[in-house]
C-alpha cells in the first residue's frame, strides 16, 4: 500500500471525526499523521514490515496511530473509521467544504433530514426545511445556496501558488530521471491564472518517453487516468491535483507550448488568424494549408512571427485584444518582478504578524528592496491586537529612530486602517498624519447591499490621509466572492482623488484581477502590488501580484512601488 492511501484514510477519518464531534486535539492528530505519511520519504509499509524499524519513528505517529496504521496495512480499513462509516456515509465528507456549514451543522442535518449528499442539502435549503433546525434560519439557507453554487463552480480547481509548487515538485523528480532538455508548465499555471483546474506539464529530450513512465510512479501518484504514447495523465496527492504530461519531439515543441498554454479562446482566435493567411495551426506545428508543408514548429516566436505577431506573453492569451494589439505592434509594456523596489504592505508582531518590524525590514532588504512599509492592523481588529492612536504614534517614532539608526533599508511607518461600515477611518486624523503610507482596508460588515458598500468606500476615499485602497474587493479565491459594489465608480473615483489601488499578492487572495484591473486603469487608477505578509516568507508571494497586474495589462508606470522612496512618497501624497 502506498503512503498516499493510507494519508487519505487518515484524513477522511479526521473530517468523519469531526463531524461526529470527537475531541478536536484527537481529529488533529490524524490530520497530521496523515500528512506526516504522505510527505514521509520511504515506503510506510517497508517500515512496518520492517522488524528492526518501527511506526512511531515517523513524525506525529504515536503508538495509537501506529497501530492504526498497522490495521490500515493488514486489512485495508480500520476500527474506528468503520465505526463512523456505519454513522455517516462517504459523501457526507464532501459537505465540509460547503461554506456556512461546520461539522456540527452536518451532523444535525443528518440526523434531521439524512442529509449526506450536496444535492440532498440543496434540496433541504430549497425547501426551507433547514431553517428549521436549532439555531438555523432563512439567512443561513440563503448562503449554504449560494455556497453550493460556488463549489459547483469551483470545485476540483486550485490556488496557483500551490499549482505551481506541485509542478516544481514534479519537474524536479522528472528531470532527477535524465535525459529530458525541457520540462514546461503549460496551460493556465502558465498564464498565471488565480486558479488552476489541472496541471498541464510538456516535456522534450532524449528520454521523453521514459518520462511518461517515471511520472506515472511517482510517490505521491494516486490514481493513474490514462498512460499513452505520449501522454500520461494522473491524480496526485491528498487533494488529488490532476497532471497532464506530454512527450513531445523537438521540432514540435513550441507548437505544443503554443497549444497547451492556451487559452481555448486565444487559441481558437489565432487559429482563424492562421487559417486566414492560408496556415493551419495545430498542436505539432504551423503549416500550409495547401501541400501541408511545415512552415514553423519548434519555439513559439517563430509561430507568431509566422502570423505576423510580435510574441504575445502567455499572461496576455486570453484573447481579450493581444491578438490585434500584438498585429499592430502595440502590445503593452509589462511590470517585471525585478522592477519592485519596495513591499508596501505587511504585518508584524504588533499585531497578528509572526515577526518583528527589524525582522520583517531585514528580510524584505535581503530580498533587494530599497524600502518597506510596515502597515499593521487598527484597533477595530480587536482580535489581532489592532493599534490604537497612541500606539500608532508610538509606532511612528520607532520606525523613525530604525531609519535614524540605519538598517540599510528605507523603513516607511504605515498603518491598514480599518474602514468602519460607515466608510469613516478607524483612526482619528491626528495619528494618521504621522504615518507615511496609510492603506485603507474593509474587513468587517462584508455582507452589505452594492450601494451601501460603494458609498462606503466613495466615503473612505474622502479621507485626506489615505494614500491606498487594500484588498479592494475582499475576494478570498475559493471560499468568498468578493463584495459586491459598482467598482468602476470606486476606481474612478481613487483615481480623481490619487488614491492607489492595492494589488494583493497573497496567494489566498488575488483579489484584484485582469478585468477589474483593466477597468481601473481605463479610469486612470494607479496601484500598488504588496505581500499583505504576515510572516518573512510571505515576501516572496510578490510574483503573484505582478503576475496578476501583467495579466492586467499594468506596466511600471502604473505601478507606484516600482518608483525609487523618495518618488514613491512623492506620488502617493499627490493629491
Ligand atoms: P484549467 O486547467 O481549467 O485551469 O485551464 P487550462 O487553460 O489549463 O485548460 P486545459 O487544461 O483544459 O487545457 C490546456 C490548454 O490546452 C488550453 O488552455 C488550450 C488547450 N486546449 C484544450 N482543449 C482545447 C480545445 O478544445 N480547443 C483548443 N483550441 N484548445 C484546447
Ligand atoms: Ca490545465
Ligand atoms: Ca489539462
Ligand atoms: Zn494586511
Not at 499523521?33 to 504515536?62: M, Y
Amino acid at each position: 500500500m502506498e503512503n498516499i492511501q493510507i494519508a487519505r484514510l487518515l484524513s477522511e477519518t479526521a473530517d468523519l471525526m469531526e463531524i461526529a464531534a470527537e475531541d478536536s486535539f484527537r481529529v488533529r492528530s490524524y490530520r497530521n499523521a496523515a500528512s506526516a505519511v504522505e510527505s514521509c520519504a520511504e515506503r510506510v509499509e517497508d517500515v512496518a514490515r520492517n522488524p528492526e524499524r518501527k511506526l512511531t519513528e515517523i513524525p506525529c505517529v504515536g503508538k495509537g496511530l501506529a497501530e492504526v496504521i498497522h490495521e490500515i496495512l493488514e486489512r485495508g480499513s480500520f476500527d474506528r473509521r468503520d465505526k463512523l462509516l456505519e454513522k455517516y456515509p462517504p459523501t457526507a465528507l464532501e459537505l465540509l467544504k460547503i461554506q456556512g456549514l461546520g461539522p456540527k451543522s452536518i451532523a444535525l442535518l443528518f440526523e434531521h433530514y439524512r442529509v449526506s449528499t450536496i444535492d440532498d442539502l440543496e434540496r433541504i435549503c430549497q425547501e426551507q426545511k433547514l431553517r428549521l433546525l436549532p439555531r438555523m434560519g432563512a439567512k443561513l439557507e440563503e448562503k449554504v445556496l449560494r455556497s453550493i453554487a460556488r463549489y459547483r463552480q469551483s470545485a476540483g480547481r486550485f490556488l496557483l501558488s500551490f499549482a505551481d509548487g506541485a509542478a516544481n515538485e514534479l519537474s524536479l523528480y522528472l528531470s532527477a530521471g535524465g535525459g529530458l532538455d525541457k520540462i514546461t508548465p503549460a496551460g493556465s499555471l502558465r498564464r498565471g491564472r488565480e486558479t488552476v483546474g489541472d496541471l498541464d506539464l510538456l516535456v522534450t529530450g532524449p528520454n521523453a518517453g521514459a518520462a511518461l513512465e517515471r511520472f506515472v510512479k511517482f510517490p505521491r501518484v494516486q490514481e493513474v487516468l490514462g498512460r499513452g504514447e505520449n501522454k500520461a495523465s494522473a491524480r496526485v496527492g491528498l487533494e488529488n491535483l490532476q497532471v497532464d504530461v506530454r512527450a513531445l519531439p523537438p521540432e514540435s515543441y513550441g507548437a505544443a507550448m503554443q497549444y497547451f498554454t492556451g487559452s481555448k479562446e486565444h487559441n481558437i482566435a489565432l487559429r482563424s488568424r492562421a487559417l486566414r493567411m492560408g496556415l493551419t495551426l495545430n498542436e505539432y506545428g504551423l503549416d500550409r494549408l495547401e501541400g501541408g508543408e511545415r512552415v514553423a514548429g519548434a519555439t513559439e516566436e517563430e509561430i507568431y512571427e509566422r502570423l505576423g505577431l510580435v510574441w504575445i506573453p502567455p499572461e496576455l492569451r486570453e484573447n481579450q485584444g493581444e491578438i490585434e494589439a500584438a498585429a499592430e505592434n502595440r502590445l503593452p509594456e509589462l511590470v517585471d518582478e525585478r522592477q519592485i523596489r519596495g513591499d508596501v504592505h505587511m504585518h508584524t508582531t504588533e499585531t497578528d504578524g509572526r515577526a518583528s518590524l527589524e525582522e520583517m525590514a531585514l528580510a524584505a532588504k535581503a530580498k533587494g528592496y530599497e524600502y518597506v512599509a510596515i502597515t499593521d492592523h487598527s484597533k477595530a481588529l480587536a482580535m489581532a491586537n489592532g493599534l490604537d492612536e497612541a500606539r500608532t504614534i508610538a509606532f511612528a517614532k520607532r520606525v523613525r529612530a530604525i531609519n535614524a539608526n540605519g538598517l540599510g533599508i528605507r523603513v516607511f511607518s504605515g498603518i491598514e486602517c480599518d474602514i468602519r461600515r460607515d466608510g469613516s477611518m478607524d483612526l482619528a486624523d491626528e495619528a494618521l498624519a504621522e504615518l507615511d503610507v496609510v492603506i485603507g482596508s474593509v474587513h468587517g460588515y462584508m455582507n452589505l447591499e452594492a450601494s451601501e458598500m460603494t458609498d462606503r468606500l466613495l466615503r473612505a476615499l474622502e479621507c485626506p490621509y489615505l494614500h491606498i485602497l487594500g484588498h479592494p474587493t475582499g475576494r478570498i479565491l475559493l471560499h468568498r466572492e468578493g463584495c459586491p459594489f459598482d467598482f468602476e465608480r470606486v476606481a474612478q473615483e481613487a483615481a480623481r482623488r490619487g488614491v492607489c489601488l492595492e494589488i494583493n499578492a497573497s496567494p489566498e487572495r488575488l483579489d484584484l484581477y485582469s478585468p477589474l484591473l483593466r477597468t481601473a486603469k481605463a479610469k486612470g487608477a494607479r496601484f500598488t502590488i504588496s505581500t499583505d505578509a504576515h510572516h518573512p516568507k510571505h515576501l516572496a508571494n510578490m510574483r503573484w501580484g505582478v503576475l496578476m497586474a501583467r495579466r492586467g495589462w499594468l506596466g511600471p508606470s502604473d505601478i507606484l512601488n516600482t518608483q525609487p522612496a523618495e518618488t514613491f512618497l512623492g506620488s502617493l501624497r499627490r493629491k
